[in-house]
Nanobody, 116 residues
Framework: VQLQAFGGGFVQAGDSLRLSCAVS????????MAWFRQAPEKEREFVAV????????KYRDSVKGRFTISRDNAKNMVYLNMDSLKPEDTAIYYC??????????WGQGTQVTVSS
């Protein structure tokens, strides 16, 4: 199983970014997918999750209304659209598969840096 996250970068506060995660080695449409992030010297935290069908989504409170998680089951891809970025969104962002309550497989992460 491989997950490859990409699309991070260095942006200014208020800008937008779209993260992508390519998944292979499993039946993608059977898995929920999630994004997590880890800022320097902080623990990894949940950002967003989407169900296997794409019909259900949940977000951490601090990103609600600014971030949107989506997926394309035909392409084995999951996305995180991030608008109105803030310096506190600076972190390494990871995608992960979700089965039940377990996050089994993780990508390598992509760095997002938001400058004020």
């Amino acid at each position: 199983v491989q997950l490859q996250a990409f699309g991070g970068g260095f942006v200014q506060a208020g800008d937008s970014l779209r993260l992508s995660c390519a998944v292979s080695g499993l039946i993608f449409r059977n898995y929920g997918m999630a994004w997590f992030r880890q800022a320097p010297e902080k623990e990894r935290e949940f950002v967003a999750v989407i169900s296997s069908s794409g019909n259900n989504r949940k977000y951490r409170d601090s990103v609600k209304g600014r971030f949107t998680i989506s997926r394309d089951n035909a392409k084995n891809m999951v996305y995180l659209n991030m608008d109105s970025l803030k310096p506190e969104d600076t972190a390494i962002y990871y995608c992960a598969t979700k089965w039940g309550s377990t996050f089994q497989y993780w990508g390598q992460g992509t760095q997002v840096t938001v400058s004020s």
